[in-house]
């Protein structure tokens, strides 16, 4: 099992700029997140699919969209990029949605650069 | 809104010596306390996590504790060696949100841990 999957692994966008960011899990999760990681921030909740055709939006959502898929696949959508968007982007996968003691398996990331 | 406060945000101690790493959270409803490694160049990883109907959780050199009316969590590491250097992540969940009436993490903001030889 490869796990979760991200694509590209690295980025650079100029200003206003579109671009998606993909994700595939092959673990047969329900629920898929994505996060971005800042210095001092942590990580932070862009969105979250917790199944299937569910899409929520988490602490960040402003500047992006989502779209589950299908089961495997949740991808991000940055439809005028900007430079506060510099980040890395993780996407993560549970087999339930996160009201329930279930872990949070990640990908590798994404390190995007906005000129 | 909810919150999960970490401390310290680096922490160096000497190989052997234990580290300790502090949480906080708002939402007194949270009933599920992960913590995550985060090793350089890779995604974060579980190592450890506790429910809110359990007190203190141990593994091996790992542990973590629970004061729920306190509203703190607590990471202890014991007898640390080089390869436990890494950035660690707590976490707690929120419960019945968004349209999908589903739950999600809230993430402290990681402590960088160094592990001196």
């Known amino acids: 099992n490869a796990g979760v999957t991200q694509t590209p692994k690295f980025q650079v966008l100029k200003t206003g700029q579109s671009m998606t960011l993909q994700c595939a899990q092959d673990m047969n999760h329900n629920s898929m997140y994505w996060y971005r990681q800042d210095p001092g921030m942590g990580l932070r909740l862009i969105y979250y699919?917790?199944?299937?055709?569910?899409?929520d939006k988490g602490e960040v959502p402003n500047g992006y969209n989502v779209s589950r898929l299908n089961k495997r696949e949740f991808s991000l959508r940055l439809e005028s990029a900007a430079p506060s968007q510099t980040s890395v982007y993780f996407c993560a996968s549970s087999p339930r949605a996160a009201t329930f003691y279930n872990e949070q398996f990640f990908g590798p990331g994404t390190r995007l650069t906005v000129l | 809104g909810e919150n999960v406060e970490q401390h310290p945000s680096t922490l160096s101690v000497q190989e052997g010596d234990s580290a300790v790493i502090k949480c906080t959270y708002s939402d007194s409803a949270s009933n599920y306390f992960p913590w995550y490694k985060q090793e350089l160049g890779k995604g974060p990883q579980l190592i450890i996590d506790i429910r809110s109907n359990v007190g203190e959780k141990k593994d091996q050199r790992i542990a973590v504790t629970l004061n729920k009316t306190a509203k703190h969590f607590s990471l202890h590491i014991t007898e640390t060696q080089p390869e436990d250097s890494a950035v660690y992540f707590c976490?707690?969940?929120?419960?019945?949100?968004?349209?999908?009436?589903?739950?999600?993490?809230?993430f402290g903001q990681g402590t960088t841990l160094q592990v001196k030889p």
């Open positions: 976490a707690a969940n929120v419960l019945a949100s968004g349209s999908s009436n589903t739950g999600k993490l809230i």
């Open positions: 699919s917790a199944s299937e055709g569910t899409t």
